[in-house]
C-alpha cells in the first residue's frame, strides 16, 4: 500500500509539471505575441510620422509658376572693424592752450 501511495504521488507531480508547464509555455507566448505587436506597432507610427513630415515638407517647398528663390550670399567669415569718428573738442577751451600746444610741438619736431 505504501509503494501504491509513492507511485500515486510521483504520478501527480508529472501531472502537475506538465501542466504548470503548458501554462508558463503559454504565458511567454502571448508575452512574445504582445511584444511582436508592440514593435511592429511602433514601426508602423514612425513610418507614418516620416511620410507625414515628408509630405509636409514637399508642400512647404512647392512654389508658384512665377515665383522665384532668391538666392543669398554667403556671409563674410571676417568683419571690419568700424570706428565711430572722433569728436571735435570744443573750441573754447582747444583754442587757449593753442600756442602752447604749437611752441611744444616746435619743441618736439626740432629735437
Known sequence: MNWLKVGAIVIGGIIVFFIVDSVVHVLLGLLTAIAFVAIVAGGA???YKIVGARRRRQVRS???PGERRVRREAEPTTRELVVPPEMPRPVAAHHENVEDELARLKREMGS
Open 45 to 47: 507610427y514612425v513610418a
Open 62 to 64: 512647392r512654389r508658384e
